[in-house]
């Protein structure tokens, strides 16, 4: 008796379930399976980092990249030029996540190989190459695009960078 009752219950759970796919949007459904897949990954890397297990939770927040919705692998590629670009402002004492949105007094004191690293461009490139770099950057950066981070002092930073270069190089 206890099997009819369990298969009962399973084919009642199965017509809801598929009753309720039948009526919702496949833009609900997706952004519903989306948002599932990629808190189930973001607590099973939680978990195995915590448990010791680093090489299992790097492959897992490798597959979850694609759910953000980058632009294929120049917005990967972005996404990594912008990670270096942070870390290494950070480790320049120029950017903390806890700065705020205060703006910052632009320091005339950047020097010209950090300017050139900021950008990732090579001494001697063109000024139409800085600007390309430039635009790249700030079309992630900017305040106005970007309302989930508080990036106005990185985007301040950047700018420096193009102009210090921008002054070498006339």
Request: charged share 20%; glycine share 6%; with cysteine.
């Amino acid at each position: 008796m206890n099997l009819f009752l369990i298969i009962g219950i399973s084919f009642v759970v199965l017509y809801l379930l598929l009753n309720f796919f039948a009526k919702a949007s496949s833009k609900k459904i997706a952004k519903g399976i989306r948002y599932i897949i990629f808190s189930v990954g973001i607590l099973l890397a939680i978990t195995l980092f915590l448990l010791g297990r680093y090489a299992f939770s790097i492959p897992i927040l490798l597959f979850l990249v694609p759910l953000i919705k980058l632009k294929g692998i120049g917005g990967l590629f972005q996404l990594f030029q912008l990670w270096r670009l942070i870390n290494y402002l950070r480790q320049t004492g120029r950017y903390s996540f806890t700065s705020g949105a205060n703006y910052s007094k632009a320091s005339s004191s950047m020097k010209l190989d950090d300017a050139y690293k900021i950008l990732d461009c090579k001494k001697g490139c063109s000024k139409s190459e800085v600007l390309s770099k430039y635009k790249k950057i700030m079309s992630k950066l900017h305040p106005d695009k970007n309302n989930d981070t508080d990036t106005t002092k990185l985007a301040q930073m950047v700018s420096e960078a193009k102009e210090t270069i921008l002054k070498d190089l006339s």
